[in-house]
């Protein structure tokens, strides 16, 4: 017979699984761009936030008279985010290759600000429902009485399809080899033929197809979409720092930790379930919010102790 206290840790640790699972998506998009390209992408919270209301706009009658069904909004919000993903190449970065990091960063500070604004022009700055096809409420039973809510655990299945099919695309496919080889040694790439343009706006397509999938599924855990999902920008950004910038496995790890990390917090350093600590006997309640500001502390020790992260790519420059 397992304890209620045993029962309630499991459940804990496995909405920390699916919260992760639901930031991976985010943060494997982010890891992407950063592996091919070298971009610092922070607007990466705001195209979560384009990939989240895309389903509003196109799946319900806040601004269109028709609305799409359901699963085909969702299918039309991804196709979008590719799209926007080979536009923003073309018009935007393409003009930056070779400048400054600080100017690229800048820019990509300005359009999440212009993405962020444009949706609250559209439609308010108030939380929006999502068609009754997407929420879901129910939870599915695991064993030791534990459960998991049906949105956690559609993260759960497509962060690990997706982290699976990127590993394998990189490793077997021409064209994955043709992305590490340019991000490698972009110069080499480009004196063997390779088209550095065209391998730069595949991985943008690729990267913000995978955001918008990542803030579709942040909205549908929630009901609906609401600009909270803007926060995630920062929240992924120690996912992928502890995983390794350049390291789309360590994105999926570092985002998984992090998501434990702010559900216990919640729960074990928070209000009146915060836990004791032993032999100076205080209760460590360290007040509301103190989960979602963990995964911060958490990114400010890794970049001291281990600035490279688990899996990233070391590199060593001469002076």
Do not use: C, H
Request: proline share 3%; aromatic share 10%; no cysteine.
């Amino acid at each position: 017979m397992v304890s209620a206290d045993v029962v309630n840790f499991l459940d804990i640790t496995i909405s920390g699984i699916g919260l992760g699972a639901l930031y991976a998506l985010v943060a494997m998009g982010f890891a992407l761009i950063y592996k091919v390209t070298g971009v610092l992408n922070f607007a990466q919270g705001e195209l979560a936030l384009v990939g989240a209301y895309g389903v509003v706009i196109l799946g319900t009658s806040s601004l269109i008279s028709t609305p799409l069904p359901a699963v085909a909004a969702v299918g039309a919000t991804i196709l979008f985010g590719i799209i926007l993903g080979i536009l923003l190449e073309r018009v935007i970065f393409r003009q930056f290759i070779g400048e400054p990091v600080l100017s690229v960063i800048i820019v990509t500070l300005a359009l999440g600000g212009i993405f962020s604004g444009f949706i609250r022009f559209l439609l308010g700055p108030n939380y929006r429902s999502y068609p009754e096809a997407l929420t879901f409420g129910f939870s599915i039973d695991l064993p030791l009485g534990t459960s998991i809510s049906a949105a956690y655990a559609l993260a759960v299945s497509l962060a690990l399809v997706v982290v699976i099919a990127l590993m394998l695309f990189f490793r077997y496919t021409v064209t994955g080899s043709i992305l590490r080889a340019a991000a490698s040694d972009e110069q080499a790439a480009m004196v063997l033929g390779v088209s550095i343009e065209r391998t730069i706006a595949l991985a943008w397509a690729l990267s913000i197809g995978i955001t918008a999938i990542g803030g579709v599924l942040l909205a549908m855990s929630s009901g609906g979409a609401g600009f909270s999902i803007v926060a995630t920008g920062i929240i992924i950004f120690a996912a992928v720092v502890f995983g390794g910038l350049d390291s789309i496995p360590g994105a999926f790890i570092g985002a998984i930790i992090v998501g434990l990390l702010q559900e216990l917090g919640s729960f074990y350093l928070e209000g009146g379930s915060a836990i004791t600590a032993p032999i100076i006997d205080v209760k460590l309640n360290f007040g509301a919010g103190f989960g979602e500001i963990l995964p911060l502390i958490f990114l400010l020790v890794v970049i001291v102790v281990k600035p490279y992260g688990l899996f990233g790519t070391e590199r060593i420059e001469r002076l």
